[in-house]
């Protein structure tokens, strides 16, 4: 049949034969001259590719290979289906065409085109299936069923920037004696020297509460706890609760067991108010265990980010994809913006044989610039008895700055805070952060709490790390 006619950018007149009912989306990128380009793909940030018959319908076209899912392709009648010679005099020029099923991608800033992704070496010898090179951002629009639209795009190499923040680390310290063994997975700021913390294994959302009062140059004074009677007097139970964030005299707490976000008074009572969870996040979609763990909440931008801990399950074309997903004050989702995490320091077979081992995004914190803080954390804990687990364990923790405001690179571009690692003596499994108060000097504070995991057999403390960002 022939399909109606949609108008992408700079577009007019554009008319195609089909017998798909989707809307067809044909990208235009303009790739720097003596790249290789190994792969294509059009990756929505918002919802999913609902493929025909299981299988992805999309043609990716250089000039000299016509390919469709990274294989040759011989039919003189797909061959036609690209319509046109690729001509471009300033690098080379690939077209990538999808159909897309109906009500698939909507609003702005709708997919990512990834160009060029390259086999290479990790630190131990193995080759890794794929590492970003180009991506770029695609501005988007409502696509209805039939229409035909194209978007042209000029790919971002992707790389580490630099960023115009001091941070100072100041010593962890230990609270254990202070607050009991626990499991402490994520914290947020209320005023003074109070803070909510979430307890993982407690009931309702986990609420406890911490006054944490710091000296001017940022290090504790000491640390108290209570909790509140919403939190000890209710039923409800296993929802492993991760994340925290203070909104308006209100706490929204994610969970992990079933992929919520929930409001909660600061009596740890809910409200029966929810963040509306897009679909393409719900609990199916995810690695078990691996959910909402990050949640942070800036009341100048009015808005609320969180990712999963892991990347979803269809997300394994780019090993560390991560998909940042924001909320308005409104409760309902908005921005979504794609991450990817820096590859693991161990390696397969030694992650395969470990007592403990896991990589992945717990925390974030939005700055008042709309800049986003993502803390990165892979913790490992050899196999073995006491003494070879607590000499071999390690955790690499890493602070990055990325801005999902203003990059229009598709992948976040990246730039590093501070990393540090902690080991035996000190291990410390960071899963919280939040701002906290500005000091005399004009600092702001970064708080960063553990999850002991109740002391596991005595390898490790609660512990709360200061940092002071200028």
Known sequence: MMASVGYGAGVSGVQTDSLETGAFVLVRAVVPNGMSVSDVRLLPTMGEIRFFDGATRYLVIDRENLTIEGEPMDNAENKDATNGEIKSADGKTVEVMLVLPEQNLKGSDVAVLVVGTELF???????????????????????????????????????????????????????????????????????????????????????????IPLYPDGSIVRVTKSVPAGTSGSAVSSRDNEGVAYVDGKLFISAEADQSIREYTLQGKETGRALAVPSDLSPDKIQGNAGF??????????????????????????????????????????????????????????????YAYVH????????????????????YVPNGNVLVKALGARTWTKLYLVDPVNDKSGILRKSLLTSFITSSLNLANFEGM???????????????????????????KEYIKVLLIR
């Open 121 to 211: 070496v990790n630190q131990y010898g193995t080759w890794m299936e794929s590492q970003v090179v180009y991506t770029a951002k695609v501005a988007g629009e409502k696509l209805e069923s039939g229409g035909v639209y194209i978007w042209e795009t000029q790919p971002v190499k992707w790389e580490y920037i630099n960023n115009n923040l001091n941070v100072s680390a100041l010593y962890q310290t230990n609270i254990t004696s202070q607050v009991g063994s626990g499991e402490y997975s994520g914290i947020t700021y209320i005023s003074g020297n109070q803070y909510a913390v979430v307890h993982d294994k407690l009931n309702g959302g986990g609420l406890t509460l911490f006054d």
């Open 293 to 354: 763990e990050a949640l942070t909440y800036n009341a100048k931008t009015e808005r609320f980010w969180t990712v999963t801990e892991k990347p979803l399950l269809a997300d394994d074309f780019i090993e560390g994809l991560m998909r940042l997903q924001s909320f308005g004050k409104n409760l309902k989702p908005s921005q979504r913006a794609l991450y990817l995490m820096d590859y693991p320091n161990k390696s397969e077979n030694e992650v395969s044989g470990a």
């Open 360 to 379: 992945g995004v717990p925390a974030l914190a939005e700055l008042d610039d709309g800049r986003l803080i993502v803390l990165e954390r892979e913790v």
């Open 434 to 460: 939040c701002l906290g108060p500005k000091q005399e000097d004009g600092s702001q504070v970064l708080i960063l709490i553990a999850d002991s995991q109740n002391g596991s057999g005595g390898l490790t």
